[in-house]
């Protein structure tokens, strides 16, 4: 034990000399407290860690679980305190770093820029490489079918795609079908002649989700090694990349989706990074909610077929019950959508079809009596389907392997059972899910029906989504990870770290720590919140909105250089755009209006010829856009970014709250909007020598206590209080 002790004090060492080499290395860098602070922790927490298998049962003590929670405000140069320490010890350790980004922005950067940067620097050599979900590369097997330039094995093209796209395929006007066709052949050729990657990211413009999802290349279809176009598949080019890489680049989807899949390193033997970790808990909710049609079924008749024909071929004695299953989920599921639709179809049918599906939750969770019997059925009926699935799914394997001159023909069978299986997943992991009853004190899960016309459809779904993040990580993520580092400049809500180690599932957790990082910028020196009320209360949006919008207007009418607004609704931005007088029309660039590289490239080319140049935009411009400089003098915050939890989970989650005697407003609504807030805020000071002004036309930031709590969470601004106009 002592000699593991002195190793973790040569590791933790080791590691900050990197760091320290790397930062003199670099050419006119300069030495930040804050970053050496950080990666002092990043170098300890790792170090500590033991990675591996342990063998308890022969008397060696249980593995040391160490994470770290650091806040690092903009500017203090994170990506470097985390990479260079973590990589070091990975080297030392004989083991891999996996970084997880919420957004393609950073991994870009990451992968494009900071570490080969840093892979020229570090002393020890290392190779990285990006990670994406299977999803983003073509299928050389189904893209030849579609391009006209493969064989049709025994069935249709149509009988391996999804039955939408084939209803699409069928009522799309020839000259489109031929378009398609067109454009698929013209992708294969790309693709045989090396010019293309396979890589949807890489093409020019990358094609619409209906346009690529035909081609995708999708695990359930997969029959990898087996497949007759493996030696040219993309998807195990770049996961042999992987292989080699100390440094693996993914994203947070992908992370928690690929859990037990062997897709990415083992958690309980790497060095986990989770960058731009304040999204983890909503991807999380995501991850783990699920859904299922119940008007949509003629699948199942289609994949009880293909069982059948498959099965017979291969004589697999588990396909005598297949009928009997195919027939129950199908009567199951009509009987359920004629139960929702006599209980909630009132409700459903009085919800305008202008904001998307009609949508009505279950109180409580609590199914009406009537649902849950079938719903038994359902999850009986489809777990028995599966099964018979995965008995023929297994004698397909083993024929392939025994018949290999046979791949082409075994692959196609394998995909006709694999594009339609998944949705037989999908449909059994609901119905468990809404069948799933909170003992009495528990938190319940969150569960709705919708409806909404699609063509001549009336569309009737279920859905189910666990209502806490926190514990849906704690139970699937931190369970195997036994090093990680968690970073973002906006961890902390109202000044506290709490928030976030519930959201996350690492409250309470002893092997957590927590750290904050202020920024090196001198705040109160560089910038100036200048809280400009309105008469009109905020919530009442009408008479607010008016109002506001003629300060607003007032105010960027003086905007000099770039500057930033960021709005709360569409609406509000609509009226805004309405209001704008015709001089300042050409001044003002609108999110979506122009493609996003577009319209930031022309705000930058206006800055630069020294013209004044506004952005409208709202949440996603909000963050992770970097404007230093005059490219954003100035920061408009139309009104304070409250997400009130009006979604079902939202909905669900403030209601089982209330039920246990707790407020979600406090609870949720205000940590989760300091977050936001903090996220906006940070678009005016990116340097040490930008100076800027943040607007907030929000009077509750400085007229009610919450509104207080509000700004402790954001940088320490001079702060300015300005009447109404």
Same mark, same amino acid.
């Given at each position: ?13 080791? %590691?900050? *000399?990197?760091? !320290?080499?790397?930062?003199? #290395?670099? =050419?006119?860098?300069?030495? $930040? +407290? ?117 064989? %049709?094995? *025994?069935?249709? !093209?149509?009988?391996?795609? #999804?039955? =939408?796209?084939?209803?699409? $395929? +069928? ?117 783990? %909610? ?10 199942? =008749?289609?994949?009880?077929? $293909? ?20 027939a129950q989920l199908r009567q199951t599921l009509q009987d359920l959508a004629r139960i929702v639709m006599d209980v909630y179809g009132a409700q459903l049918k009085s919800q305008p079809s202008a904001w998307g599906p009609a949508r009505v939750r279950v109180p409580r969770g609590e199914l009406p009596e009537q649902l849950i019997a079938p719903l038994g059925l359902l999850a009986a009926s489809a777990e028995g389907f599966l099964d018979a699935l995965r008995a023929i799914s297994k004698a397909l394997r083993a ?327």
């Open positions: 034990m002592r000699h593991y002790c002195m190793s973790q004090q040569v590791w933790a060492a080791q %590691a900050l *000399e990197s760091f !320290d080499a790397v930062v003199q #290395a670099t =050419e006119g860098f300069r030495s $930040r +407290a804050g970053q050496r602070l950080m990666a002092e922790q990043v170098a300890r927490t790792f170090s500590s860690a033991t990675l591996g298998k342990v063998d308890e049962e022969g008397g060696e003590a249980a593995p040391t679980r160490s994470i770290a929670v650091i806040q690092a405000g903009t500017g203090v140069g994170k990506s470097l305190a985390y990479c260079a320490p973590a990589i070091a010890l990975a080297l030392s350790r004989g083991t891999r770093v996996l970084i997880s980004t919420a957004t393609v922005a950073l991994q870009e950067q990451l992968v494009n820029k900071d570490l080969p940067a840093l892979a020229a620097l570090m002393p020890q050599p290392f190779k990285f490489a990006l990670a994406k979900g299977r999803g983003r590369y073509v299928c050389k097997l189904k893209l030849d079918r579609l391009a006209g330039t493969g064989e %049709a094995e *025994e069935e249709a !093209d149509d009988d391996l795609f #999804a039955e =939408e796209e084939a209803a699409a $395929r +069928a009522k799309r006007p020839r000259h489109e079908t031929e378009a398609r066709i067109q454009f698929y052949s013209t992708m294969a050729q790309t693709l045989s002649k090396g010019a293309w990657d396979g890589d949807r990211d890489s093409l020019d413009t990358p094609p619409e989700p209906e346009v690529w999802s035909p081609v995708a290349a999708e695990g359930a279809s997969c029959t990898g090694k087996h497949c007759p176009a493996f030696s040219q598949c993309t998807y195990y080019d770049k996961r042999k990349e992987l292989v080699g890489a100390q440094v693996i680049v993914a994203n947070h989807d992908l992370l928690l989706s690929s859990l037990g899949a062997r897709v990415l390193p083992e958690l309980d033997n790497c060095l986990l990074v989770l960058d731009e970790a304040h999204h983890l808990p909503a991807t999380a909710l995501d991850q783990f %909610a699920c859904s299922m049609d119940l008007s949509r079924i003629t699948w199942i =008749e289609r994949l009880a077929s $293909r069982g059948l024909r498959i099965g017979a071929l291969l004589e697999v004695e588990e396909i005598a019950d297949i009928p009997k299953h195919s024929e392939m392997r025994d018949k290999p001159d046979e791949a082409k023909r075994l692959s196609t069978l394998y995909a006709q059972i694999g594009m339609l299986a998944p949705r037989l997943e999908e449909l059994h992991a609901t119905a468990q899910l809404l069948l799933q009853d909170a003992p009495e004190g528990a938190v319940p899960a969150a569960k709705w029906f919708t409806l909404e016309v699609d063509g001549d459809f009336i569309v009737v779904k279920a859905h189910a989504s666990p209502i806490l993040p926190g514990t849906t990580l704690r139970n699937h993520l931190w369970s195997a990870v036994r090093g990680a580092v968690l970073t973002s400049a906006t961890l902390t809500s109202c000044g506290h770290f709490d928030f976030f180690l519930r959201e996350a599932g690492l409250h309470g957790d002893e092997a957590t720590t927590t750290l904050e990082v202020p920024s090196p910028f001198n705040y109160a020196a560089q910038g100036t919140l200048i809280a400009a009320e309105t008469r009109a209360d905020p919530k009442n949006a009408a008479q607010f909105t008016t109002e506001m919008v003629d300060a607003l207007l007032h105010d960027i009418a003086r905007v000099e250089y770039g500057a930033l607004v960021l709005f709360t609704s569409r609406e509000q931005m609509r009226q805004a755009v309405d209001a704008l007088p015709t001089a300042m029309r050409s001044v003002v660039l609108v999110q979506n209006a122009l493609p996003r590289t577009q319209l930031l490239r022309r705000h930058r080319e206006r800055v630069e010829n020294g013209e004044p140049s506004v952005i409208f935009g709202m949440q996603s411009f909000g963050e992770g856009l970097d404007l230093p400089g005059r490219l954003c003098e100035s920061v408009f915050i139309t009104k304070l970014p409250f997400a009130p939890p009006d979604d079902p989970v939202g909905e669900a989650r403030a209601e089982w709250l209330r039920a246990v005697g707790r407020d979600p407003f406090s609870e949720l609504v205000v940590p989760a909007t300091a977050i936001r807030l903090a996220q906006w805020v940070g678009r005016a000071i990116r340097t040490e020598e930008d100076q800027a002004h943040v607007y907030c036309y929000d009077k509750r930031l400085v007229r009610t206590s919450y509104g207080q709590r509000l700004l402790k969470g954001l940088p320490p601004f001079a702060l300015e209080q300005r009447a109404p106009l």
